[in-house]
């Protein structure tokens, strides 16, 4: 597969965090192919060649996106559940303090699930369509990290986010998955 | 080594202590709370189960889904 279809859905998903709509996403990511064969000599490799595109696109959507007045707060994007728990409170001990914060509830042991099982095609329907449901930075945030395998460095670099905004973002979006995977897997076994 | 972690709070450090982030004397901590709690050990299990099974969706799948969504919101737009 070329670069150009690799790192394209992706791209268009980018865009579309900061336009309004899908077709000028696509402009965008066009207007990013051109500004790349024109900068790719400036490219110095002190950051990975994906990275280096996301931050033109991320550039490019940002403008586009402010010059049709859609200036949208970080609020907006990231999600407002940031500071949320990443397992429901009541699994915890509230008693005296000597117990306080110890799981009340055992999470349930996955190690016996079958791969076939934990990986299967309905699993995966299942949890992509909760990533799709995310707040949009999350969602990216986690499709780079733990979908397509880019490191922490490279998403906060493409997607211009500080280093904490990262992991929270991913540290809330991961939350959100595994308990929708054990949602699905307990319901299944019984 | 001061006050020990509690479970709540270990949960909230995992993506930390999964990025290497988590250093020094709280990912000592950390790792000493792991090997004395079945319940935390299960949850750091369950976590990177979920970023496996988050890492075999593939770019097709994500982009099946996003149109599977866009389709559903269709048909409710036209039934309602
Ligand atoms: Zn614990």
């Known amino acids: 597969m070329s670069l150009v279809e690799m790192l394209q859905p992706s791209m268009l998903r980018v865009a579309r965090m900061y336009v309004s709509t899908a077709a000028v996403a696509e402009e965008v990511v066009q207007e990013t192919w051109l500004g790349v064969l024109r900068g790719i000599d400036r490219f110095q490799g002190r950051s990975s060649l994906r990275t280096w595109i996301f931050r033109i696109l991320t550039n490019i959507a940002k403008t586009r996106g402010q010059r049709e007045g859609r200036s949208l707060p970080f609020a907006s994007l990231a999600g407002d559940d940031l500071d949320a728990p990443a397992v429901d409170p009541d699994r915890f001990d509230t008693g005296e303090a000597s117990s306080q914060g110890a799981w009340s509830t055992l999470p349930d042991d996955w190690t016996g699930i079958p791969e076939d099982r934990l990986l299967g095609r309905e699993t995966l329907a299942v949890i992509g369509r909760v990533i799709d449901g995310l707040p949009p930075m999350q969602a990216e945030v986690i499709r780079l990290r733990d979908a397509l395998g880019w490191t922490s460095e490279e998403v906060r670099n493409a997607l211009d986010l500080t280093e904490t905004n990262q992991r929270v973002l991913l540290h809330r979006a991961r939350a959100k998955v595994r308990s929708a995977l054990e949602a699905y897997l307990s319901s299944e076994t019984t | ?80």
């Open chain 2, 1 to 80: 080594m001061g006050r020990d972690l509690t479970c709540k709070e270990l949960v909230e450090l995992v993506t930390g202590y999964l990025d290497g982030s988590v250093r020094g004397r709280r990912r000592r901590r950390f790792e000493a709370h792991i090997a004395a709690c079945d319940g935390c050990t299960r949850h750091l299990l369950q976590m990177e189960a979920t970023i496996r099974v988050t890492g075999s969706l593939t770019e097709e799948q994500m982009t099946e889904e996003q149109k599977a969504v866009l389709l559903t919101a269709f048909r409710g737009w036209s039934t309602s």
